[in-house]
């Protein structure tokens, strides 16, 4: 096990409405990213959060939009949500120290229904 | 951009053979190359990293890769398959910060007894 939680593990929404998903990252991390993968697809990047600001984002809407608080736990909010926003959502954490591609630790996911 | 390829959607192996999982990059520059592995119901988890040196990277799991500058190849490789290495594997490259990657849309590995 990787340390990484995330909750819930399964969500249902309708198309528009608005949901949270949360990541509780691994102890000594400062750095959390978030990636949706859809069914048969790789993860693809959404945004990182480095010591709770936003440090790269991926090519998603506004709509999508995040918060990392101050014990680098994380958040991720989807506004107005549409059909193809069903995926399987993943908090990844590690630990930034810069000079080296740190390896990541996901979570299981949160899988996103939208009807 | 940088990317990578996995030509193939699932690969089918004998418990006990080896077993090749391949992936193509396109990179600038130096390239750093990751394999992740996904069991089912379950986030990625590290198997292994290129960052330079040795052309064949050990990993976890009994895993190890084979970086080829001249094909743009990391193929994953393992010399005697487990019917427990049934999992999708991704390929992935930098996006540009340390922390954050680009995948290959997965292999399926699928060994059987």
């Known amino acids: 096990e990787t340390g990484v939680t995330q909750s819930p593990t399964h969500l249902i929404k309708t198309r528009g409405q608005q949901v949270t998903l949360r990541c509780s990252s691994q102890?000594?991390?400062?750095?959390v990213s978030w990636y949706q993968q859809a069914l048969g697809q790789g993860p693809q990047f959404i945004f990182q959060y480095y010591r709770e600001e936003e440090n790269g984002r991926g090519n998603f809407p506004p709509r999508f939009s995040g918060l990392q608080f101050p014990n680098y736990s994380s958040e991720l909010n989807v506004n107005a949500l549409e059909l193809d926003d069903s995926a399987l959502y993943l908090c990844?954490?590690?630990?930034?120290?810069?000079?080296?591609?740190?390896?990541?630790?996901f979570g299981s996911g949160t899988q996103l229904s939208v009807l | 951009a940088q990317s990578v390829a996995q030509p193939e959607d699932q690969v089918n192996v004998a418990e006990g053979n080896p077993l090749t999982v391949k992936c193509t990059y396109s990179v600038s520059g130096n390239p750093y190359l990751f394999w992740y592995v996904q069991y089912p119901n379950r986030g990625l988890q590290f198997l292994l990293k290129?960052?330079?040196?040795?052309?064949l990277v050990k990993g976890s799991y009994g895993f190890e890769a084979e970086f080829n500058k001249s094909q743009t190849s990391f193929h994953l490789k393992k010399p005697s398959a487990l019917v427990s290495d049934s999992a999708l594997y991704f390929c992935a490259v930098p996006r540009g910060g340390y922390s954050t990657l680009t995948f290959g849309k997965g292999t399926m590995l699928l060994v059987s007894p």
């Open positions: 990844a954490s590690s630990l930034t120290r810069g000079g080296d591609y740190e390896k990541l630790f």
């Open positions: 102890s000594g991390h400062n750095t």
């Open positions: 290129y960052i330079t040196g040795d052309n």
